[in-house]
């Protein structure tokens, strides 16, 4: 497909993120996701009746497809399709993605994107056996037994494989938040966020956490491990999404956006689901024709940080250049949302660098998996 004729990103938003059990812990997912839906109508410059469809991940809600709950509790018509997409932390990500192939294969307008409330999520119970009483689990198997670690523990593995230090992992940890605290306090995130009842702004970056302070806290996973709750990222609450269209249809309204150059999904071993995001960025690049020296702005899940230094340093990657205005360890990782996170920030940083400014988000997920995507501000 010529570039352009790609798909094009036209309005992005999302919510404060919230830490589970504070700002945002009353409100279930749909209520998280359908004024973000909605809010991307009027910046689109479109009306509820131009939708052909809405694409949500989510990966611990209720079920029933929340995608379709949540445009409905936005008010767009019965007649708009909805699904919802599981890729764990990748979910969001690969909405959008979807939500791209639709638009080459004849949609107009799609929106995408993703929400997730853990404090609402219902709790879930394998079967009794025997008479015995049922079991609560955290969460789904991502892979068989064998390979199924909990996700501190694998990626705390993988930097400890990677040889990534634990002074490396705080001083990258407190740097997110260093970047994160500023830009929301200079008001930098304003424009994309949709306030959510008294939420207006994101809860969790924290300007004075210094590497000295996160160098006190215990490891986390495992004995002697480098992971702990200060370089791993919080469990919280969210909504993001973004309108997909045409070209076509960005041509008539005239309104700037990111032309979707390409993405790519990709596997890795399922034991260590934090390299997931490797082979997706090289893949995607390759298919963009675009190499790491051209990215203007990189948006990295911020799911560990030995997970991302580990994944930086094996892709050559200068780790400074990733989430400039801080990342998931800092603001969240509200794990059906955060993929369509990435891509509302690359919206926002892109088009303030003007036209031809090119863009990369990637992320990783469990069971091992990677998505990125390359964009271009046009």
Avoid at 242 to 264: D, F, H, M, Y
């Amino acid at each position: 497909m010529r570039a352009d004729a790609a798909p094009v990103i036209v309005a992005a938003a999302r919510t404060p993120i919230g830490t589970a059990g504070h700002a945002l812990k009353e409100f279930t997912v749909e209520r998280l996701a359908a004024p973000v839906l909605i809010s991307l109508l009027p910046r689109a410059g479109l009306d509820a009746a131009d939708v052909d469809e809405v694409l949500l991940g989510n990966c611990m809600g209720p079920g029933g497809n929340v995608a379709r709950l949540s445009a409905l509790a936005a008010g767009l018509p019965p007649s708009v399709p909805a699904l919802t997409v599981d890729r764990q932390c990748a979910s969001g990500l690969t909405a959008i993605e979807l939500a791209a192939q639709l638009v080459r294969n004849g949609a107009g307008v799609v929106l995408a994107g993703g929400a997730e409330s853990a404090s609402t999520a219902p709790w879930r119970f394998w079967p009794p056996e025997a008479g015995a009483e049922p079991v609560r689990y955290a969460r789904a198997p991502f892979a068989p037994a064998a390979e199924d670690l909990d996700m501190g523990l694998a990626n705390d593995l993988l930097a400890e494989e990677a040889g990534v230090t634990r002074a490396r992992q705080d001083a990258y940890a407190a740097r997110s938040h260093r970047l994160a605290a500023s830009a929301r306090d200079a008001g930098v995130f304003d424009e994309e966020i949709i306030p959510v009842g008294d939420a207006r702004r994101d809860e969790r970056p924290r300007a004075g956490l210094t590497p000295q302070r996160l160098s006190r806290l215990p490891a986390a996973f495992r004995p002697g491990g480098t992971v702990t709750a200060g370089n791993a990222c919080g469990v919280s609450d969210g909504a993001a999404a973004v309108a997909v269209v045409s070209a076509e249809v960005q041509r008539r309204s005239g309104i700037p956006g990111l032309r979707v150059l390409a993405s790519a999904t990709t596997g890795v071993a399922a034991a260590r689901p934090g390299r997931g995001l490797v082979p997706a960025v090289r893949l995607a690049l390759e298919r963009a024709g675009t190499s790491q020296e051209q990215l203007d702005v990189i948006e990295l899940n911020e799911a560990f940080a030995g997970q991302v230094l580990a994944c930086c340093d094996e892709l050559g990657l200068d780790p400074d250049r990733v989430c400039t205005q801080g990342g998931a360890l800092a603001l969240g990782h509200p794990w059906g949302a955060s993929g369509a996170i990435l891509v509302v920030r690359l919206f926002s940083q892109l088009l303030a660098r003007g036209e031809g400014s090119v863009g990369l988000a990637a992320v990783a997920a469990g069971g091992g998996q990677g998505v990125a995507m390359v964009v271009e501000s046009c």
